[in-house]
């Protein structure tokens, strides 16, 4: 159970089999850090040439195919006092004739600068707008991160898929531990593209990007296979489909539920379905990214009082 | 300000241009009483033959096409002790390779009957499960609401569109202002369709269907035109999509709440764009009907700070 | 076996259960006309304002919901000189960042006049661009036509469904016989909304937007229920689906042709998905109206071999 | 101008930027084979355990990213007497409610042998089904081919790209021109995944899967960038979308004909759109994969009488 410091100097583009920065052990924790999607580090300065440059990848002892590797965000914050957003609603979430109205076309600045408060936990909007001087209350998150895909595919960090990637979900803060099926041996945990906070489906393109300090503990969790990524939070168990349209991401973060709850719950398929029915909850990731982001949940409280295998 | 008692006799299973039931006046409250999606009354006897049967029209005096009719729902509350439910996720919410395991499709039983507690506002799984005797809050809402489409449409109850219908969203509860474009003299309001409560997505094609007891309150927003079902909230104001794909819906509701930002707030395209990116939230409201519902939210706290028209 | 004349004096807008203009008996031949799209007839003058207003419906006796109405479409010939059409392709048709270089959102003129030769049965563009004076060979086809709905529906023209409507397909020309399932007694066929030729997709939103003089011949297949559209031209049997996206339209189109070919051709499903697997062609009939259409194909030389039913 | 003989012996299963196998001129022929998607030889004999493993790649010298890779098939022909096929309709093709009736799902057999009669160019079908000894004309393809992608990706031959990939479109036959993209130096052109014949959409997930001899010239366009494939046949030009829903495949083949026509041949976009308006055609690619395939098509006669730059 080793804490390591790892202090980043190379990057990756794509999420692929890469040789590991670093190789950890079941239960070790890493405090790293991570450059912002615009491979800008924690004194603003250009560190790559590569969006959502990720750090790693962490090579995870005992991890095989087959396993999940459970990742625990034990801590995301901000490095520095400065953020960046986009400023236009992107035009693949409007309708199709309302895109020339969107600021991107119409040459208004796009691109905004925000003050990071660290101490008081808050972002205020420095690009003059009838909004003011906006402040918002700070939400960490991870917007790309993820294992190797299978089979020697290198994905970019643009996108997502069952390896996790440029998923863009608020849900992925601090004390949420995210879990990613296994591909390769070892896992190769890749992490970046901190977001300061994010409206849902991070419809202008960005969340608040920005610099971040990470600290995360893994664990396998051997033999328990997963198709798509799961996660775990204080109140609530999802599972994340990541594809286009929107229905498909949805079809695949359902089934991905329904299938968990009959492999670790002790529920059949009338039950967990009936269940779901009527307790299933829905968020939007992304709808910005090559691939569109559904995140399928369920109350714990509804399952707790269930056995578990 | 009149408060009208209404109880139904003649039910539609299309939103059209139909002779009013009655005819009410700007700021009128009506309290009636609706069938459940199968038919059934408060004494759960068979009233009508038709699917999500809607009660009225209503002849809202002085609404003209180009108003937006702003209905709150005061109070939707069970009338009877017992609902219904499907139990089987249905086809289209799971991936297309996943169907033939639903219970739909393995000829398990697909209805469950539930025990309505009013006075404890709870309602129990009566069917069979390894849920044991699940008990949930209740939440009740209007499946399928809205008034008359345009141009001599008739559309089905089975649907919905800019006219509202069968959206199935949870968020349409009590406390709750729904507003719709009016597209002919009087706007003719129906109502119907009540689940005691319903999961996002409405993924079983059904909530807890019951007969519910009704009170709403109109009243009229002159010249205010709108392209798609709006509504209030004690914490939010939201629009709302209706088609398909998801990505559609969504489309739909985030270029409403841009104009809506843009015409009643304060906000020029910029200030709109930039502040949903970072502050919008979406619901699910359903994706079993033949069109799917997205609910683009933004907390009022956002806005309130604003001047508005 | 008559043959009437019917000249259309009142026309809809929506495809619904109306008063028949006219009763036919099963194997009847109709000539008649239709208005252009914009609601103008064979002298240019506008007769109605609704878009492709329907002439119709038309009772054919015997006709039963579970049936099958066979429209022969004898004759579709332009009864004027000149057709008009949009000039841009719609923002629905291409990339959300392309949207603002189409020539509707440029300020570009959006409406061509197009010179009819029916003689030579060619159509000439008026309007100056560099395409010079293209002359291009006419295709006459209906674009919107059906039956009335189930269930007291009233659809709008602009849109289409299993009762067919605005489906803007190519293929539905001269000498192709259209299926429609019945849903209300004397089916109620209705007809308009002629082009003089068509691209697939009508991805300018129209056609050549024209008058037409139709000739058609109506029986009635009794028992033989379909879910969708079909078609048999000289060389093919189709089916067709409408919905969105497009992927639906498809599954609704692939399924309804699997079914067609278990129910009247000898083959069981193997054979059905065997033969199609590497034989099925598909068209896109329109992808601008509120539902697409797709077009699954078989020729008929792969079935006319088999038994049939 | 060299022709070269190349034997291959490695394969890869995703199209990356790997050590090429030859390097080639600009002008230069290749006469070379591809393995069956299975990973077998003209003999069947397995030489790899990969889905559509690729020969090559093939360095182009000359070829820089901005520049457009032109690959003219000149010959693609089956190297052995026998194919295979899957015989069920895929789940994502098909309503989900009818998936549980398709073969795949009903425990039929799933793979059907075909006998490849090469004089003749017919495939026969040897598996008992009602469709007796159907006997298809061969028509050569290759499925997956394409080149390297950008920015270190290395992607799948299950799905496809700007790149190309498996696309598995029919028009990509003997005698037509394929253009990609170049992404890397030298291009790194791949090509496999033969097909003896397929139907459109490739909805069994197969065609008639067989190893193939290929001849193929390629060229080098400099500076003609594109953002997808595009392709040449005696009578047309095409652009290859490739993306989910289909309406996106769609968009994207659209709106790279538009910029074809308006960067190419002399037109502006007034022209260009109302030209594809009246007279574009689409294909289905197919619609199995993890991107579908469509195929935006223009007759050669409408552009050749136009000046071209």
Same mark, same amino acid.
């Given at each position: 159970m080793a804490t390591h410091d790892f202090e980043p100097t190379t990057f990756h583009g794509t999420l692929g089999s890469y040789d590991p920065v670093l190789q950890i052990a079941d239960g070790d924790t890493v405090r790293t850090s991570t450059l912002d999607a +615009?491979?800008?580090?924690a004194r603003g300065e250009q560190q790559v040439e590569l969006a959502n440059a990720q750090t790693g990848p962490f090579f995870v002892t005992g991890?095989?195919? +087959?396993d999940i590797l459970a990742v625990h965000l034990d801590r995301i914050w901000p490095n520095r006092d400065s953020a960046g957003s986009s400023t236009s609603v992107a035009a693949n979430a409007v309708d199709p004739a309302y895109v020339p109205e969107l600021p991107a076309f119409r040459a208004d600045r796009v691109v905004a600068e925000w003050a990071i408060d660290r101490e008081a936990g808050t972002a205020t909007l420095l690009l003059p707008t009838r909004l003011g001087r906006l402040t918002l209350e700070l939400a960490p998150m991870l917007g790309c991160f993820g294992v190797a895909p299978a089979q020697g595919e290198a994905i970019s960090t643009a996108t997502s898929g069952p390896h996790g990637g440029n998923m863009d979900y608020p849900g992925f803060g601090p004390q949420v531990t995210a879990l990613f099926p296994v591909f390769v041996p070892g896992a190769l945990f890749f992490l970046g593209d901190g977001h300061a906070l994010q409206g849902d489906g991070e419809i202008v393109g960005t969340g608040l990007e920005i610099s971040m300090d990470v600290q995360f503990t893994v664990s396998v969790r051997k033999g328990k296979g997963s198709s798509w990524p799961r996660g775990e939070s204080e109140d609530y168990i999802f599972t994340v489909g990541n594809a286009r349209p929107l229905d498909q991401a949805l079809q695949h973060a359902t089934t991905e539920m329904l299938r968990w709850l009959q492999e670790d719950y002790e529920l059949d398929a009338l039950s967990a379905s009936t269940l779901l029915g009527q307790c299933v909850e829905y968020d939007v990731g992304n709808v910005f990214d090559p691939a569109y982001t559904m995140v399928c949940k369920l109350a714990k409280r509804f399952v707790t009082q269930l056995g578990t295998k």
């Open positions: +615009g491979g800008r580090d991890a095989e195919p +087959g």
